[in-house]
């Protein structure tokens, strides 16, 4: 079973950045899509971005397009989401998931293992 483990999660000020990690096993950074999630209060979980393992091709939702990046290192086995001018709007707990190879998706429901989630604040 996949563990994956974020960090980097923190408080910040509106405009500021952060920048989390997922920290996978091997066999499971080789062979899954990772995605990263966040879930604001009273809301539902929200796709943020993916990239696909095969060609490290990624897909961001509309709303962090130009913020957010997400990118891998494949010799730390680790999926990185770097959060450039932050809003207040982006304060949720973020989780990173994995899902089965192929085109990664933008549903919750397509992914198979979830870490335990970063908590990002972001201050106005």
């Known amino acids: 079973q996949a563990q994956l483990v974020e960090s980097g999660g923190g408080l910040v000020q509106t405009g500021g950045s952060l920048k989390l990690s997922c920290a996978a096993p091997?066999?499971?950074?080789?062979?899954?899509?990772t995605g990263w999630f966040r879930q604001a209060p009273g809301k539902e979980r929200e796709f943020v971005a993916a990239?696909?393992?095969?060609?490290?091709?990624?897909y961001n939702n509309d709303v962090v397009k130009g913020r957010f990046i997400i990118s891998k290192d494949n010799r730390k086995t680790t999926v990185f989401l770097q959060m450039n001018n932050l809003r207040p709007e982006d304060t949720a707990i973020y989780y990173c998931?994995?899902?089965?190879?192929?085109?990664?998706?933008?549903?919750?429901?397509?992914?198979?293992?979830w870490g335990q989630g970063t908590q990002v604040t972001v201050s106005s």
């Open positions: 998931a994995t899902a089965q190879p192929g085109t990664p998706s933008s549903s919750a429901g397509s992914y198979d293992h």
């Open positions: 091997y066999r499971t950074f080789m062979w899954y899509t």
């Open positions: 990239i696909s393992r095969v060609d490290s091709t990624t």
